[in-house]
């Protein structure tokens, strides 16, 4: 019990969420193409926007969302919502991301996980295929950072947009943000990548894949064609439970379990079934988790990040880091283990080779990937002054 | 292919190897009970010794091995075998630990994970339950690593041999050292426990379980009752590739794989069926490793080293290291990720409160946990003069 207060606690956020209540919005791109040449006929993704956009469209802000987030960066949907967007900390009425001045724009990715969250919209394997009327399954073209980014465009066409003051991004939101830096340097003033490297190096590519096994090895899997019948929960399950351990640190599972065990009276040694304390609280966790969650989604993510580089795949892991030409603020946690500082420290190196401007903000805390997450607020006021230089 | 060469290289010792050609031996213990009370009418282990026992027989040094290990730890048992021992580069004639002065015993554990290697001998789940003339299965006694310590507390008592000049392991083999210093401060004169620390905390207990989960997770394991039938091999292969994995390091990974592709032409973008090379190899090592293992083994070995607390876990983390009265050192890298540098240093203050004398030696490397094996030459020294001081 006092474990699962600690998580509500440790999940909810600040008080004073941005206001007024949020609304999920939609938007479609008719035969999107992929950059790799193959044609979705309808795109259709959810996103979200926090402020006002000005008659010069030019104080828009773009959050792109992380590997099992969602666009809900901000405020509630509801009054009695349990807690408000992952960002809300940082972005409302004066506070660093200052939606009195900025308009921010939050958007769902393709294959985003959360299939059974009412407030996602996304296309992908778990959604129908319009040629078939079922869904796409594994059918589904493989997606790249590039092709979300290229969703992102598309409403940003939509919207009037024609320059992004900035991008900024935690983790796979990072990613994004270089991509677009990188890709398309004439369309953002400047770029704030959080917890995020430049490339997906041989370590990431491996933990993915570490991730994602665990729904290959569950027979419900059944190469991805689980719709007309069970799906693989236990796989999904054990794939949250690996991530969530891994986007954490030893310091949250030492502090916060330490050897408890799952329940009094039932001592680990005595049987198999008997537990300890944390590996309860991670089940308990992938298992909540796999209930929206769709697994197929979770294998189109690993790929999509396994192939991450950043602007130019072909022409080397340097060169899209070369052709940022915009400020770059880069935000980190030396306890990360999924994006390790070594990672990101190299990433700014690379850019700055060439006089691109580049100011690295640690943050200190003690939840290791999630802090770029859970403590941003650390990061506000350097975040404040970045937006608002000249 | 440069690849596997790589790889090869990597596994393969010095050119002078411990020398005469080793023999496997046995032991067996009747009757033995375990600390939880229970009963195993036959504990038959296997154990190799290098050097020679002194008329006084008090030149015993006691090398217990790792998760994954074997009693192997130096020479070969045929001049054609491919690598010698995993310690070799320490143990021989005028090596740190001298074979000309120091009588070398190494010990397969229960539940050694390695049944179907011909040259370990190990009692478990896989083997003979004399009251069924089957498999023990799950029936076998939950072990802990103080039952390890027992059982070569049982062939110290065959040998004749009343004291240890010293306790040696790595990783699971540094808890066995820590347990042997703890439990019998009267039978051991020093003890070096290496990439290890005191007790299995709440990250080691997660991160282990996530080891396991592919088992449990793959259809044939059954519960444990898959003798009779197929076993388990995909999910121990999983199991086996997540643990090499942990114990490497992002250096490696990056250094050895970066983000090659399996096969040349083959991009992982194009297909699922296409791989990147970190992927592939660790596929090909967990595979590999699966064949001549037992899944039920496996986690009778998570089991046993998520209840490691050392010493005498009913009265908390500390009291067993606080009994801890003979010298220490503690070998370690900065770089492990499966037992960091902070909950070394941790138990090495808990043990030296009481002015138990402790001396801390980092080893440099760039391959994480497995330095502690691969690099421990690097220490050598500081290991010849402690095994040497009066």
Chains 1, 2 share one sequence.
């Not at 972005?91 to 959360?114: E, H, Q």
């Not at 295929?129 to 092709?147: E, H, Q, R, S, Y």
């Not at 983790?171 to 997906?200: H, K, T």
């Amino acid at each position: 019990m006092r474990h699962a207060i600690l998580i509500a606690a440790l999940l909810a956020g600040p008080a004073a969420a941005y206001e007024p209540l949020v609304e999920k919005q939609e938007f479609t791109l008719t035969d999107f193409t992929t950059r790799s040449g193959e044609t979705i006929p309808q795109m259709r993704l959810g996103y979200e926007t926090y402020g006002t956009l000005n008659e010069a469209r030019d104080n828009a802000i773009l959050i792109p969302h992380y590997f099992s987030g969602t666009s809900h960066a901000a405020g509630r949907y509801a009054e009695d919502d349990a807690a408000p967007g992952y960002w809300d900390a940082i972005i409302g009425s004066g506070k660093p991301i200052d939606t009195d001045t900025w308009f921010v724009v939050s958007v769902d990715t393709p294959v985003n996980l959360a299939t059974g969250d009412p407030n996602v919209i996304t296309t992908g394997p778990a959604t129908e295929n319009p040629a078939t009327g079922k869904p796409w399954g594994m059918d589904f073209p493989i997606l790249t950072i590039g092709d979300f980014v290229d969703t992102q465009k598309g409403l940003m066409d939509q919207l009037g947009i024609q320059t992004w003051h900035a991008v900024m991004g935690a983790s796979m939101g990072g990613l994004q943000s270089y991509e677009w830096a990188a890709r398309y340097p004439d369309r953002l003033e400047r770029v704030i990548p959080v917890i995020a490297s430049g490339w997906a190096d041989a370590d990431l590519i491996a933990w993915l894949d570490i991730w994602a096994a665990p729904i290959r090895l569950d027979p419900n899997w059944n190469g991805g064609a689980y719709y007309d019948g069970e799906a693989p929960q236990a796989g999904l399950a054990q794939a949250l439970k690996i991530l969530t351990l891994h986007a954490q640190s030893a310091e949250w599972s030492n502090g916060t379990f330490g050897r408890d065990w799952a329940d009094e009276g039932k001592d680990p040694a005595a049987s198999w079934d008997n537990e300890f304390a944390v590996v309860a609280a991670l089940n308990a966790a992938g298992e909540a988790r796999a209930k929206t969650s769709d697994a197929n989604h979770f294998l189109y993510l690993v790929k999509a990040n396994q192939l991450f580089v950043a602007g130019h795949p072909d022409e080397g892991l340097y060169q899209g880091l070369l052709d940022i030409d915009v400020p770059v603020m880069l935000i980190h946690s030396n306890e990360d283990l999924v994006f390790p500082g070594d990672a990101v420290r190299e990433t700014g190196a690379i850019i700055k080779s060439d006089r691109t401007p580049v100011e690295i903000v640690e943050i200190e805390g003690t939840r290791g990937h999630l802090d770029g997450v859970l403590n941003i607020a650390q990061a506000g006021e350097r975040i404040r002054a970045f937006l608002e230089a000249e």
